[in-house]
C-alpha cells in the first residue's frame, strides 16, 4: 500500500496545472491562428479587385480583360493618368469634392459636438425621448429623404437665389446635426468624462458653451478624428446626392468619373481604372495616416469613454 505525502501531492497538483496551463495556450494558440487566417482570407478577397483596379490603369486596353488574368503589366503605362486627365476636367471633380468635403466634415463637428453635449451632460426635459427619436432616425433608408429634400430645396430656400446646382443642399444640413452615428459616437465618449471636471469649471464661472470647447473637446481627439474619417468617407463617396442636386460643373468625383464611364469613353476601360485609383488614392493615405486614433475612438465610444 502506497501512500501519499503532502510534498507529493502538491507536486502532482503542480504537474496537472502546469499541464492544463499547456493544454490552455495550445488552444488559444490555435483559436487565433484560426482567426489570424480567417482575417487574413478576408483581407484577400477585399483587396483583390483593388489591386487588380490599379494593376489594369497601367495596362493598354487590350491587356485587361485577358485569359488568363495578367496581374502585372507587361509594361506599365503611366501615360494612362496623364490621358485621362487631358480627357475629362478630374482637378475640377477633385476640388469640387474637397470644397464638399471640407465644409459638410466642418459642419458635422460642430453641430454633433453641441448635441452630444446636451444629450450627455445637460438636463433638460424629454432628453432621453428625443435622444431615441435620434437613433430612429439612424434606421431610415437615406433614400426616401431624397424627394422630400429636393423640394425643400426648390421650393423654400429661394433666398439669395436656387440652391439646386450649388454645393448649399450637401452642405447646409451637415450643419444641424442630420447624422445620427456621429453624435451617438460623440455622445458616448462625452459620458466616460468625469463629472467632476464639469463642476470644477462651474464653480470657476465657465459656461456650458466653454467647458464643451475648453474642456471635452480637447480630451476627446480620438472620436473627433473617427467622426472626421468616416464623415470624409461618407461625403467623398456619395454619388446619390451629388447627382440629383449638383449641375456637370460642379460634380463631384464620384458623380464625374461615372459620367466618365458612361460618356467619355466608356471602351477606354484604363482610363476609367486610373481615374477609379486616383479617387481612392485619397482615402487610403488619410486611413493610414490616422489609423491609431480610429481604433481608438471607435473602442472608446464602444465603452462610454472608459
Given at each position: 500500500?502506497t501512500?501519499?505525502?503532502p510534498?507529493?501531492?502538491?507536486?502532482?497538483?503542480?504537474q496537472?496545472?502546469?499541464?492544463q496551463?499547456?493544454?490552455?495556450?495550445?488552444?488559444?494558440?490555435?483559436?487565433r491562428?484560426g482567426i489570424h487566417?480567417?482575417l487574413l482570407?478576408?483581407?484577400?478577397?477585399?483587396?483583390?479587385p483593388v489591386?487588380?483596379?490599379?494593376?489594369?490603369?497601367?495596362?493598354?486596353?487590350?491587356?485587361?480583360?485577358?485569359?488568363?488574368?495578367?496581374?502585372l503589366?507587361?509594361?506599365p503605362?503611366?501615360?494612362?493618368?496623364?490621358?485621362?486627365?487631358n480627357?475629362?476636367p478630374?482637378?475640377?471633380?477633385?476640388?469640387?469634392?474637397?470644397?464638399?468635403?471640407?465644409?459638410s466634415?466642418?459642419?458635422?463637428l460642430?453641430?454633433?459636438?453641441?448635441?452630444?453635449?446636451?444629450?450627455s451632460?445637460?438636463?433638460?426635459?424629454g432628453?432621453?425621448?428625443?435622444?431615441?427619436?435620434l437613433?430612429?432616425?439612424?434606421?431610415?433608408?437615406?433614400i426616401?429623404?431624397?424627394v422630400?429634400r429636393f423640394?425643400m430645396?426648390?421650393y423654400?430656400?429661394?433666398?439669395?437665389?436656387?440652391?439646386?446646382?450649388?454645393?448649399?443642399p450637401?452642405?447646409?444640413?451637415?450643419?444641424?446635426?442630420t447624422?445620427?452615428?456621429?453624435v451617438?459616437?460623440?455622445?458616448?465618449f462625452?459620458?466616460?468624462?468625469p463629472?467632476?471636471?464639469?463642476?470644477?469649471?462651474?464653480?470657476?464661472?465657465?459656461?456650458?458653451?466653454r467647458?464643451?470647447?475648453?474642456?471635452?473637446?480637447p480630451?476627446?481627439k480620438?472620436?473627433?478624428?473617427t467622426v472626421?474619417?468616416?464623415?470624409?468617407?461618407?461625403?467623398?463617396?456619395?454619388?446619390?446626392?451629388?447627382?440629383?442636386?449638383?449641375?456637370?460643373?460642379?460634380?463631384?468625383?464620384a458623380?464625374?468619373i461615372r459620367a466618365?464611364?458612361d460618356?467619355?469613353?466608356?471602351?477606354?476601360?484604363?482610363?476609367?481604372f486610373?481615374?477609379?485609383?486616383?479617387?481612392?488614392?485619397?482615402?487610403v493615405?488619410?486611413?493610414?495616416v490616422a489609423?491609431?486614433?480610429?481604433?481608438?475612438g471607435?473602442?472608446?465610444s464602444?465603452?462610454?469613454?472608459?
Open positions: 500500500m501512500t501519499t505525502t510534498s507529493t501531492s502538491i507536486a502532482l497538483d503542480t496537472r496545472a502546469a499541464r496551463k499547456r493544454l490552455r495556450q495550445r488552444q488559444s494558440w490555435v483559436s491562428m487566417l480567417i482570407l478576408l483581407s484577400v478577397m477585399a483587396l483583390v489591386l487588380w483596379m490599379i494593376s489594369s490603369s497601367l495596362k493598354a486596353s487590350t491587356e485587361i480583360f485577358v485569359t488568363p488574368i495578367e496581374w503589366p507587361r509594361t503605362r503611366w501615360g494612362n493618368y496623364t490621358e485621362a486627365f480627357r475629362a478630374i482637378m475640377l471633380y477633385f476640388w469640387n469634392t474637397m470644397i464638399v468635403c471640407g465644409f466634415v466642418l459642419g458635422v460642430i453641430s454633433s459636438s453641441l448635441v452630444a453635449f446636451s444629450f451632460r445637460l438636463q433638460w426635459p432628453r432621453n425621448f428625443f435622444f431615441g427619436l437613433l430612429a432616425t439612424m434606421m431610415l433608408p437615406g426616401i429623404l431624397i422630400p423640394l430645396f426648390s423654400v430656400f429661394q433666398w439669395p437665389g436656387r440652391w439646386i446646382g450649388t454645393f448649399l450637401l452642405i447646409v444640413p451637415a450643419y444641424f446635426a447624422h445620427g452615428l456621429f451617438f459616437l460623440i455622445r458616448q462625452f459620458l466616460g468624462i463629472v467632476e471636471l464639469d463642476d470644477a469649471a462651474r464653480i470657476d464661472g465657465a459656461s456650458s458653451l467647458i464643451l470647447w475648453q474642456i471635452f473637446v480630451l476627446s480620438p472620436v473627433m478624428i472626421i474619417i468616416l464623415s470624409f468617407m461618407q461625403f467623398y463617396n456619395d454619388f446619390l446626392e451629388p447627382l440629383v442636386y449638383l449641375k456637370p460643373a460642379t460634380w463631384t468625383l458623380v464625374g466618365i464611364n460618356s467619355a469613353y466608356a471602351t477606354s476601360w484604363e482610363l476609367v486610373a481615374t477609379g485609383t486616383f479617387m481612392l488614392a485619397p482615402m493615405v488619410i486611413f493610414f489609423q491609431r486614433y480610429f481604433v481608438e471607435v473602442t472608446l464602444g465603452f462610454g469613454g472608459r
